[in-house]
T-cell receptor, first 115, second 112 residues
Framework: AQSVTQLDSHVSVSEGTPVLLRCNYSSSYSPSLFWYVQHPNKGLQLLLKYTSAATLVKGINGFEAEFKKSETSFHLTKPSAHMSDAAEYFCVVSDRGTNAGKSTFGDGTTLTVKP | NAGVTQTPKFQVLKTGQSMTLQCAQD?????MYWYRQDPGMGLRLIYYSASEGTTDKGEVPNGYNVSRLNKREFSLRLESAAPSQTSVYFCASCVSSYNEQFFGPGTRLTVL
C-alpha cells in the first residue's frame, strides 16, 4: 500500500525567507515521488520529481527536494520565498506494487507569502 | 500542442441529470486519469486507464462511469448527478504510470 502525509496544512512565510513544506510517504516498493503546485483556480503543474536517480532533486522556480529513504520523507524547500510562490502544494507518491498505475495525493499545503 | 484539454469548463446540473465530461490529450500518452478535488481533501482518483482499451476503478468510483474512446480521449459520465458530486474535476495523462502527470485546466461542476 502507498500513502502520503503532508505534515502542515498551512505554512506562512515572509518574502525573502526560506520555505519548507514537509511530506512523509509510505510505500512497499521503490516509489516515484512528485511535488505539484496549484495556483488559485488553475490546474496542477509539476515542480519536481524523484524517480530513483539522484536523491537531491532540483525543480522549477528555485525549488528542490531531498529523498530520504531512512526517514521516508520528501520535503520541499526553497531558499527565498517570492510573492508568486503563494499557492497550494501537493506531494504525490506512485509505486510499482499493487497500486501500480495509481498515484496517491497528499491533502495539500497552502503556502502564504507575506510582504 | 494543446496538452490536456477538458470540456466544459463550468457546468451546473440539477439532481438526477446526466452529463459527460470530455478529456483529450495530444501528447501520445498511454495512461489517463480522472480526479475530483474537494476543499481540504487533495485530489482523489475516480477512474484511470493505464492504456487504450483498459479502465480501472480508483478511490471514489461510485456514481461515475468512464470510456477510453481511443488513445487520445477519456470521458467521464455522471448518469444521475447528486449534490455530493459537486466538485472540480481534473483529467490528467502521462507516458506511463510512474512518470509525472500532465493536468487539464479542470471542470467546475455544481449539482443543485
Amino acid at each position: 500500500a502507498q500513502s502520503v502525509t503532508q505534515l502542515d496544512s498551512h505554512v506562512s512565510v515572509s518574502e525573502g525567507t526560506p520555505v519548507l513544506l514537509r511530506c512523509n510517504y509510505s510505500s512497499s516498493y521503490s516509489p516515484s515521488l512528485f511535488w505539484y503546485v496549484q495556483h488559485p483556480n488553475k490546474g496542477l503543474q509539476l515542480l519536481l520529481k524523484y524517480t530513483s536517480a539522484a536523491t537531491l532533486v532540483k525543480g522549477i522556480n528555485g525549488f528542490e527536494a531531498e529523498f530520504k529513504k531512512s526517514e521516508t520523507s520528501f520535503h520541499l524547500t526553497k531558499p527565498s520565498a517570492h510573492m508568486s510562490d503563494a499557492a497550494e502544494y501537493f506531494c504525490v507518491v506512485s509505486d510499482r506494487g499493487t497500486n501500480a498505475g495509481k498515484s496517491t495525493f497528499g491533502d495539500g499545503t497552502t503556502l502564504t507569502v507575506k510582504p | 500542442n494543446a496538452g490536456v484539454t477538458q470540456t466544459p469548463k463550468f457546468q451546473v446540473l440539477k439532481t438526477g441529470q446526466s452529463m459527460t465530461l470530455q478529456c483529450a490529450q495530444d501528447m501520445n500518452h498511454n495512461s489517463m486519469y480522472w480526479y475530483r478535488q474537494d476543499p481540504g481533501m487533495g485530489l482523489r482518483l475516480i477512474y484511470y486507464s493505464a492504456s487504450e482499451g483498459t479502465t480501472d476503478k480508483g478511490e471514489v468510483p461510485n456514481g461515475y462511469n468512464v470510456s477510453r474512446l481511443n488513445k487520445r480521449e477519456f470521458s467521464l459520465r455522471l448518469e444521475s448527478a447528486a449534490p455530493s458530486q459537486t466538485s472540480v474535476y481534473f483529467c490528467a495523462s502521462c507516458v506511463s504510470s510512474y512518470n509525472e502527470q500532465f493536468f487539464g485546466p479542470g471542470t467546475r461542476l455544481t449539482v443543485l
